[in-house]
C-alpha cells in the first residue's frame, strides 16, 4: 500500500503542477489578450476623440463662413456699419479654426487634401467678401452687388460646403467605427473575462476534488499505519505498543477500587525447540495456531496481545474472584497442551507458563501489572513449567501455584 500511496501522491502532485501551471498560463495569456484588447479599445476612444474635434472644427469653419457671408450681405443691402459684425467675427476666427482643422487631420493624408482645399476656397471667399465690402465703402456700391451677381462667392460656399461634407461624412463614418470596434472589443473582452472565470472556477473545483482526495488517501494510508503500528503482523493481534497503550487508558480513567482488573503474562514452553529443529517457518506456524487456540479460550471481552518471540498476555476486565482466574488459567495450559499434541504429536512437550496479577488486590497500581505479571511468569517457569502463578507488589499475601503434569 506505501508503494500505491507514493504512485498516487506523484500522480496528484503532477495533476496539481499541471493544473497550476495552466492556470498560471491562463491567466498570464488572459491578461496579455486584455491588455491589447485595452490598448485597441483606448486607440479607439483617441481616433473618437480626434473624429469630435474634426467634426467641431469643421462645423465651426462653415459656421465662420456664413456668418461672414451673413454679414456681408446685410452691409450690401443697408450700408449699416453694424451688419460687419459677424462679419468681422466670422473673418478673425476663420484662420485658427483651419489650423487647428490642420492640426488634427495632420495623420490622414486625405484628409488633409481637403483641408488644404478648402483652405484655399476659404481664402478666395473671404477675398471676395472684403472686396465687395470694400467697393461699398468707398461708394460703389453697383460694383459691389455686380461682383456678387458674378455667383464666384456662391461657386466658393458651395466648393466648401462640398468639401466639408466630406470631411465630416469621412471622419463620422471613422467615428462610427471606432465607436462600434470598442463596443465589440468591450463586449468580447466582457465574454472572455467570463469564460475565464468560470474555467477558473471549474480548475480550482477540480483542484480541491483532488486534493480531497489525496487527503483522503493519506488519512487511509495513516490509519493502516496506525493499525499496523499497533499490531502484531505475524499473528493480527494487538502488540505491545497497543497493550501498553490499553493499559494506560485504564491508569488514567477514574479508579473503581470494586473493579477487579487481571493480567496474565504467558511465555510458550518448547517453542524453542520447534524453532531450532523444524525452522522458523514451523515456528511461526505454531505461534499463529497458538494465538487461534488462546483467542478462543479468552473471553470477548479480554484483550490478548503478542509482546515477544513467544509470549502472549491477556488483560482480562472485570475478571472475578481467584477462582475463575485459576479456571481461565487452566484453560489455556489445556489448550496450549493440546496444540503441541495435534500438531507435533508429543515430538515436542508444548506447554505454557503463565504469571497472574491483579489489581487493586495484588499491585497497588494499574501500571504495575506488566512487570508483576512478568515477574509471576518466571516464578511459574522456575517452578517446572506448564504452571501459573499469581504474582503481587512487595507487602501482598502469598501467590498461588498449581503444577501440572506435561
Not at 199 to 212: A, G
Not at 269 to 292: C, T
Not at 360 to 374: G, H, M
Request: aromatic share 6%; net charge neutral; glycine share 8%.
Amino acid at each position: 500500500m506505501s508503494s500505491r500511496l507514493s504512485r498516487s501522491a506523484i500522480a496528484d502532485r503532477n495533476r496539481f503542477i499541471a493544473l497550476y501551471l495552466a492556470m498560471a498560463i491562463g491567466l498570464v495569456v488572459a491578461a496579455g489578450a486584455f491588455l491589447y484588447e485595452a490598448r485597441i479599445v483606448l486607440q479607439d476612444n483617441l481616433r473618437d476623440e480626434e473624429a469630435f474635434a474634426v467634426l467641431g472644427s469643421a462645423n465651426r469653419v462653415l459656421h465662420d463662413l456664413e456668418s461672414a457671408e451673413t454679414g456681408q450681405r446685410g452691409y450690401l443691402l443697408t450700408g449699416n456699419e453694424s451688419y460687419l459684425s459677424p462679419y468681422r467675427q466670422g473673418t478673425q476666427d476663420l484662420d485658427d479654426t483651419v489650423l487647428r482643422l490642420q492640426q488634427v487631420v495632420v495623420g490622414d493624408e486625405h484628409s488633409l487634401e481637403l483641408v488644404r482645399r478648402i483652405e484655399h476656397t476659404k481664402n478666395d471667399k473671404v477675398t471676395e467678401l472684403a472686396r465687395t465690402i470694400e467697393l461699398v465703402r468707398v461708394g460703389n456700391r453697383p460694383a459691389a452687388i455686380a461682383l456678387v451677381q458674378t455667383n464666384e462667392g456662391k461657386q466658393d460656399m458651395d466648393s466648401l460646403r462640398g468639401d466639408l461634407n466630406q470631411l465630416l461624412a469621412d471622419w463620422r463614418a471613422k467615428r462610427g467605427a471606432a465607436t462600434r470596434d470598442a463596443h465589440e472589443r468591450l463586449v468580447f473582452g466582457t465574454a472572455a473575462l467570463a469564460v475565464v472565470a468560470l474555467l477558473t472556477c471549474c480548475l480550482m473545483v477540480y483542484t480541491l476534488f483532488i486534493q480531497r482526495r489525496a487527503f483522503a488517501r493519506v488519512h487511509a494510508y495513516s490509519a493502516v499505519l496506525d493499525q499496523q503500528a499497533a499490531q502484531d503482523s505475524l499473528t493480527g493481534l494487538p502488540n505491545r505498543r497497543k497493550l501498553l497503550s490499553a493499559i494506560d487508558a485504564l491508569a488514567s480513567a477514574p479508579r473503581d477500587e470494586s473493579r477487579k482488573i487481571g493480567l496474565f503474562y504467558l511465555d510458550i514452553d518448547g517453542f524453542k525447540s520447534v524453532n531450532d529443529a523444524l525452522g522458523h517457518s514451523a515456528g511461526d506456524a505454531l505461534l499463529r495456531r497458538l494465538a487461534d487456540s488462546l483467542a478462543a479460550a479468552s473471553r470477548s471481552s479480554d484483550t490478548l496481545a503478542r509482546v515477544g518471540g513467544d509470549e502472549f498476555v491477556i488483560l482480562a476486565l472485570d475478571c472475578g474472584d481467584d477462582e475463575q482466574l485459576r479456571e481461565l488459567a487452566l484453560r489455556l495450559i489445556s489448550r496450549v497442551r493440546t496444540v503441541g499434541e495435534t500438531e507435533y504429536g508429543g515430538r515436542f512437550p508444548i506447554g505454557v507458563s503463565i504469571g497472574i496479577a491483579t489489581y487493586p488486590d495484588r499491585v497497588e497500581s494499574i501500571e504495575k501489572l506488566l512487570d508483576v505479571a512478568d515477574a509471576a511468569m518466571y516464578v511459574a517457569k522456575r517452578s517446572g513449567r506448564a504452571t501459573y502463578s499469581f504474582g503481587e507488589s512487595p507487602g501482598g499475601g502469598p501467590s498461588n501455584v498449581v503444577r501440572l503434569t506435561r
